[in-house]
């Protein structure tokens, strides 16, 4: 395999109503950028519409462009990961397929990443049309509260886009766990990284493949993927409650010797529920930290690919294939840049 200039990755879920908008965008953009040295490979994450038949369609006639169909829905970070591990190109474009992220800042990104020197040039929004006053405002906590949780320093009000460089990837592949937060693995990575300023745009059509459920468990990723500190917080509460209960036990002491009645049954039913209720809560993000042990310990594969239509760095491919480099290359977790499970040709 050649390298291209520039690869561009995109995550796809259900988005047969944005997939063509978005196609004639990012081709005109990195046309402008780099001329005829690109890739774009969109990958498809299990989607219920037309997603892949469009895919399918759109590689036929476009030789730059690999469509990727995933076995099943394995995630927004899992998908992102499956086009990485398959892109070739020097510097890698990662845009999510709603065009919230505008194609065209992309010759804009390229120049900062020269003028930085830098190896990750990562978007910071400014604004954000479109969305409701819940989304903004939990999204602006998640982020404050991160930076103050998390042990490296993630950058506030970012998402995945960003530009990187194939140093910067390779390093990022390097990476095996299993639950993923791509934007924390990017920031932990370091090298050189450079913000750039951008007002995100209103989704171009169809409906978030975010909801409520997925953004908390995407925060719980977050937070028990790059910080101790609820575990230290447990520690912390445990030794708050036991200089309680020393002071508690002193009063209880005094209080026989003085002969004083003790009473208040509705202070002690009220002190059982608060010892319950911080027993549970500690109790709970143990469990997390433990599912991520077992999780991490059964050592499967991140994604598994179905099929493949389109061009792998520049080589054709149409069907039920394996990765260019051959049928067992990427099959096991232990190879460096290739995570996922994909079937023998």
Not at 63 to 83: D, E, I, Y
Not at 219 to 228: E, I, K, R
Not at 268 to 291: P, S
Request: with cysteine; proline share 5%.
């Amino acid at each position: 395999m050649s390298p291209l200039p520039l690869s561009i990755v995109v995550p796809c879920y259900n988005e047969e109503a944005c997939l063509r908008e978005l196609h004639v965008r990012l081709t005109r953009a990195a046309a402008a950028a780099v001329g005829a040295g690109y890739e774009i490979v969109l990958v498809n994450d299990g989607s219920r519409d037309r997603t892949w038949e469009i895919m399918r369609e759109l590689a036929t006639g476009e030789p730059r462009l690999v469509a990727v169909n995933l076995s099943r829905n394995h995630g927004h970070q899992l998908a992102l990961t499956a086009g990485l591990d398959l892109c070739v190109g020097q510097r890698i474009l990662i845009i999510d397929a709603d065009l919230q992220d505008p194609p065209e800042l992309l010759s804009d990104m390229m120049a900062e990443m020269d003028k930085q020197q830098a190896d990750v040039v990562y978007a910071v929004r400014r604004a954000r049309a479109g969305e409701t006053a819940f989304k903004k405002g939990s999204a602006k906590l998640f982020y404050r509260t991160l930076s103050r949780l998390a042990d490296i320093d993630i950058p506030r009000d970012t998402g995945d886009f960003r530009l990187m460089s194939r140093r910067a990837l390779d390093a990022l592949l390097s990476l095996p766990e299993q639950a993923r937060f791509i934007r924390g693995l990017v920031a932990w990575i370091g090298f050189r990284q450079a913000p750039f300023p951008y007002d995100r745009a209103p989704r171009h059509a169809g409906e978030t493949g975010y909801p409520l459920g997925k953004m908390i468990r995407f925060a719980l990723d977050a937070v028990t993927g790059f910080s101790t500190a609820p575990l230290r917080f447990a520690s912390h509460v445990g030794l708050g409650l036991v200089g309680a209960t020393l002071v508690l036990v002193i009063y209880i002491v005094y209080a026989f010797l003085t002969g004083q009645a003790i009473q208040g049954w509705t202070s002690l039913m009220l002190v059982v529920v608060v010892l319950g209720t911080v027993q549970m809560f500690v109790l709970g993000m143990i469990g997390e930290y433990l599912g991520r042990l077992y999780i991490e310990a059964k050592r499967r594969p991140l994604y598994i690919v179905q099929e493949i239509a389109g061009r792998v760095g520049g080589e054709p491919v149409l069907g039920h294939v394996a990765t260019p480099q051959g049928a067992d290359a990427i099959a096991t977790s232990e190879t460096p840049g290739g995570r996922g499970s994909l079937p023998s040709a």
